[in-house]
């Protein structure tokens, strides 16, 4: 069964930092693309970071403004998600999804083949 598996979520007061966790199983990840989404209170899901899971490219959405990074443990089957100076804004479920396409498509999508069940952040001012 192919599983990803989120952690990292929690409560933290704006200005602070969190790093998120995608723990994928089940199957070799080699070529696919691994990305993060999250879908704040009431609004729809958007694209936030991906990575290959080489770790040769990676992508971030412009609204994140070099806030955070990505970056994939191919030894413990992992991709990360580092989030610093946190705002409110930031609040959300974010979810992580995995895909044997191109990042290009990959960032542009919701129809991927694997999603986690989400971690919940929630950033207070």
């Known amino acids: 069964q192919v599983l990803l598996v989120e952690s990292g979520g929690g409560s933290v007061q704006a200005g602070g930092s969190l790093r998120l966790s995608c723990a994928a199983s089940?199957?070799?990840?080699?070529?696919?693309?691994i990305a993060w989404f999250r879908q704040a209170p009431g609004k729809e899901r958007k694209f936030v970071a991906a990575?290959?899971?080489?770790?040769?490219?990676?992508y971030l959405a412009d609204t994140i403004n070099g806030r955070f990074t990505i970056s994939s443990d191919n030894a413990k089957n992992t991709v990360y998600l580092h989030m610093s100076n946190l705002k409110p804004a930031d609040t959300a479920v974010y979810y992580c999804?995995?895909?044997?396409?191109?990042?290009?498509?990959?960032?542009?999508?919701?129809?991927?083949?694997?999603w986690g069940q989400g971690t919940r952040v929630t950033v207070s001012s």
């Open positions: 089940g199957r070799s990840f080699t070529g696919y693309t």
């Open positions: 990575i290959t899971w080489s770790g040769d490219s990676s």
């Open positions: 999804a995995a895909d044997r396409r191109d990042p290009v498509v990959v960032v542009t999508t919701e129809d991927l083949e694997v």
